[in-house]
């Protein structure tokens, strides 16, 4: 994502953790003057900053042509679900090709730190690890714009994720499934790894079940 200087960089971060940590709920009007305001610099890294969010599409323009937080319907949900398939099979088959044992090892130590977060219910790093996890496969693949794709993705799906309801006992099987993943990645097996991520992407209610069902599945 472009920046257009520190002040574009804060304001811009500002807003989007806002967006994702559901404080700035779907539908809140976004006004330069209040966001200024809260910061204390000038409407121009503003605008420029709701700019680069408009051009993500965590925002849109709304009925009254003010600048708004997107919703999401079921038909997104299953367009993000289509295209995590396709970018992350590409992902996952070529970091079994390039990816270093140091990666292995930082996926491992990922692992460690969500059964850590998710027995003392941390949920929020839970899900921050979570995002961290199905990145650094993109990172360890060496494919840097292929990880911009699925950091934006994640923001969408971090969006519709508000909200919904998740019970303490699937966080194991998450875990579980990102393991499934890691051994066959340590094993450079790209049948096996590609797999296990859509074993992983279909039980997900992160983007929403196909079959509709399963409403209180974990995010992955």
């Keep these: 994502m472009p920046r257009r200087g520190k002040l574009t960089d804060r304001a811009y971060t500002h807003i989007r953790e806002r967006i994702l940590r559901g404080e700035l709920p779907v539908g809140s009007v976004l006004t330069e003057v209040d966001i200024a305001h809260a910061l204390g610099i000038s409407r121009t890294p503003i605008r420029q900053a709701l700019g680069l969010l408009l051009q993500e599409g965590l925002v849109e323009v709304g009925p009254r042509r003010q600048l708004v937080v997107r919703g999401f319907t079921p038909e997104h949900r299953e367009e993000l679900l289509v295209l995590r398939e396709a970018l992350e099979s590409v992902s996952v088959q070529q970091a079994c090709r390039v990816m270093s044992m140091d990666d292995v090892d930082y996926l491992r130590l990922l692992l460690m730190r969500q059964r850590r977060a998710a027995a003392e219910r ?99």
């Design 122 to 220: 941390r949920e929020d790093d839970f899900i921050e690890l979570d995002e961290e996890f199905h990145l650094r496969i993109a990172e360890a693949a060496r494919l840097p714009i292929l990880v911009r794709f699925l950091d934006q993705l994640r923001g969408f799906v971090r969006v519709m994720r508000l909200g919904s309801a998740r019970h303490p006992s699937h966080l194991p099987q998450v875990i579980e499934e990102h393991e499934a993943i890691v051994d066959a990645l340590e094993e450079r097996d790209g049948d096996a790894a590609l797999e296990a991520l859509m074993h992983h992407l279909h039980k997900s209610d992160y983007v929403g079940d196909r079959r509709g069902a399963g409403k209180e599945k974990v995010a992955r």
